[in-house]
């Protein structure tokens, strides 16, 4: 147990749709990155957040956004939904913006578009 | 964009030691190196980092030679549990983890 929670766990859309995935921190950590992890590859980052402010995004387009609220609870948001978005979405909390320290990992929200 | 490069698979027997090794050539004066472990339908879990040398855990060994350009991560006695995929991580800008596809350890009886 990590102590970071992700909802929904499973959701089904069809393309074209909007999706919220929801994370919340470990107590205490500031700092909140996302990654797309599809099936048989490694999970690619999207961003990072710390204290509310993108501060980190890897090459996603801009349908992908996200917000970190003060309670450092965080949404990825993805417009226009695409069958390529199907994934494994993971959130994880740090302590750092910078990181040289450990990440932890949510269970992930996975993402079928028909 | 500068990676981390590392074996796609890799078999053990249980009760064997295991070493992966990872290669991280553009990795920066800064960058800390990370190894997790992933189980499927699971988040990665962190296992462990070092900077240089030497770093050992309850669970891991983690060498770095002198040059950082590379790592090996050293499993021992491995278990029928152990059986996963082993990521290697340098971020190269900061802020920003390359994952990569790891490296897919099974561990037979």
């Known amino acids: 147990e990590t102590g970071v929670t992700q909802s929904p766990t499973h959701l089904i859309k069809t393309r074209g749709q909007q999706v919220t995935l929801r994370c919340s921190s470990q107590s205490g950590h500031n700092t909140v990155s996302w990654y797309q992890q599809a099936l048989g590859q490694g999970p690619q980052f999207i961003f990072q957040?710390?204290?509310?402010?993108?501060?980190g995004r890897g090459n996603f387009p801009p349908r992908f956004s996200g917000l970190q609220f003060p309670n450092y609870s965080s949404e990825l948001n993805v417009n226009a939904l695409e069958l390529d978005d199907s994934a494994l979405y993971l959130c994880?909390?740090?302590?750092?913006?910078?990181?040289?320290?450990?990440?932890?990992f949510g269970e992930g929200s996975r993402l079928t578009v028909l | 964009l500068a990676k981390t490069t590392q074996p796609i698979s890799m078999d053990s027997y249980e009760g064997q030691e295991v070493n992966i090794t990872c290669s991280h050539n553009n990795i920066a004066t800064n960058d800390y190196i990370t190894w997790y472990q992933q189980f499927p339908s699971q988040g990665p879990r962190f296992i462990i980092q070092?900077?240089?040398t030497k770093v050992t855990n309850e669970v891991a060994s983690l060498f770095i030679p002198a040059d950082r350009k590379s790592s090996t991560l050293s499993l021992p006695r491995v278990s029928l549990s152990d059986t996963a995929v082993y990521y290697c991580?340098?971020?190269?800008?900061?802020?920003?983890?390359?994952f990569g596809t790891g490296t897919s350890l099974t561990v037979i009886p």
């Open positions: 957040y710390y204290r509310e402010e993108e501060n």
């Open positions: 991580l340098a971020p190269f800008t900061g802020n920003q983890f390359y």
């Open positions: 070092g900077y240089k």
């Open positions: 994880a909390s740090s302590l750092a913006a910078v990181v040289s320290g450990e990440l932890f």
